[in-house]
């Protein structure tokens, strides 16, 4: 009997050493983990690596593509784009070994204007288990079982921006809802600032055009449509707001934060947020949801949930101009928030006010959305540089530790991994 224990628990400290028996091991099924807060709850974590250390195994991606890798138990997802960006794949990888156990072409797409920074496979794709979900820059989305099968496609939008397409699908109780904030298609764009005022509506010309759908994932038939009122153009992936009973789609666009009933599409309510090319993801935390607002006036804009109507006048608890995004997302870590400039400055906010805690400069640019996971914030550089600090008021370095390629997408974390894209391999990081 004693021997059998003995042996059980020899077994577990083996299995614990190799990550295997993780107790707080979660799946990270979407753009930013979870909940699309950038949290993980995945404890025993590398703190430092480098391109040869630590480095589980590096698979070659072929093609490009910025979405953001997603994990659910042993399989690892991402999309690319080839032959010039008009061919759309998806891949999955086996999560121990990274061989790739399937690459499906699922589309052809037109090959329209973009911005430099953006990719044509720049969503991050998203999973319930049963199936990964992906979306591709024209607007077109695909269903897939994890054996690589097409359970459906819709291709009903067809979707033009003068940036490309940036934001991620999410999945809500049988539902894919992704937000469709794109300009007026034109043949060929213009060169700034020479652009007609037709080709700079939906971008600097606000329009009633930009729209959110949801999908019914059995089928992919549509199962409403949310419209959006005056907005421009955004990349902005939305998330789920749950409180007291109360559940709400949180989505941001172009001169708007808005919210709306996940049952119908019906949009509840408004708040004014003037600018364009609006990227950051929002968060939550403390009653608020922190926002970033877009080119022209970049304002880091906190409201309060709820109400009815346009609530500009009544629901933003503050704002706040120092330090605010453009590109990569908020990161909320209890009582403070922490937002990372594209030219890596770095700021920490206290949540509830919007004072500035501290300002500190990173090394390099930043595309990446920064993670809390075991107890520390990751923050990834476009270089592959993942500097490693400290959570609260005080500005620490744990680490800095380099891949030496360049990367621009969100990592991901799951059963004791790192998740790292670049624009040529993804790289997984174990303890």
Request: overall charge neutral; some cysteine; proline content about 5%.
């Amino acid at each position: 009997m004693l021997g059998g224990m003995k042996t059980t628990c020899l077994l577990a400290l083996a299995l614990l050493a190799l990550g295997v028996g993780n107790l707080a091991a979660e799946n990270w099924p979407r753009f930013r983990g979870p909940n699309g807060q950038g949290i993980s709850s995945e404890r025993n974590l590398p703190l430092s690596w480098d391109a040869t250390n630590k480095v589980q195994w590096k698979t070659a991606i072929p093609g490009e593509g910025w979405s953001s890798p997603i994990v659910w138990n042993d399989s690892v997802f991402l999309t690319a784009a080839r032959e010039d960006g008009t061919q759309c794949h998806v891949l999955c990888l086996d999560r121990d070994s990274g061989k790739v156990r399937w690459d499906v072409r699922v589309f052809e797409q037109q090959r329209l204007r973009k911005e430099g920074k953006n990719s044509y496979a720049t969503p991050t794709p998203c999973t319930d288990g049963e199936k990964v979900y992906a979306v591709f820059n024209d607007g077109s989305v695909v269903a897939l079982d994890f054996q690589g099968k097409v359970a459906w496609t819709n291709r009903e939008v067809s979707f033009y921006s003068r940036h490309g397409l940036g934001a991620s699908p999410i999945l809500h109780e049988g539902l894919l809802i992704m937000p469709y904030d794109g300009s007026q298609r034109v043949d060929q764009a213009g060169n700034w600032p020479n652009n007609s005022d037709f080709e700079r509506t939906g971008w600097q010309i606000p329009w009633d055009k930009s729209f959110i759908v949801a999908l019914d994932t059995r089928t992919g038939k549509r199962v409403w449509t949310a419209r959006r009122g005056m907005s421009r153009i955004a990349h902005v992936t939305p998330f789920i707001w749950s409180e007291g009973g109360r559940v709400e789609l949180i989505s941001c666009a172009g001169d708007c934060i808005q919210g709306f009933d996940l049952k119908t599409g019906e949009r509840l309510w408004t708040v004014y947020s003037r600018g364009e090319g609006v990227t950051p993801s929002p968060v939550y935390g403390e009653g608020l949801i922190f926002t970033s607002s877009g080119f022209e006036a970049t304002t880091i804009r906190t409201v309060k949930p709820g109400g009815r109507g346009d609530v500009t006048a009544t629901h933003i608890a503050w704002e706040q101009k120092r330090g605010a995004p453009t590109q990569s997302s908020l990161l909320y870590v209890k009582s403070h928030l922490y937002a990372v400039t594209d030219n890596g400055m770095l700021t920490c906010y206290t949540a509830a006010t919007g004072e500035v805690v501290y300002q500190e400069r990173l090394q390099g640019a930043f595309s990446a959305s920064p993670v809390y996971a075991d107890g520390r914030i990751y923050l990834l550089n476009e270089s592959g540089e993942t500097t490693v600090i400290a959570p609260g008021p005080e500005f620490k370095v744990l680490a800095r530790n380099r891949l030496n390629e360049k990367a621009q997408a969100s990592m991901a974390v799951s059963q004791g991994r790192f998740f790292i894209r670049t624009a040529q391999h993804l790289y997984c990081i174990a303890p």
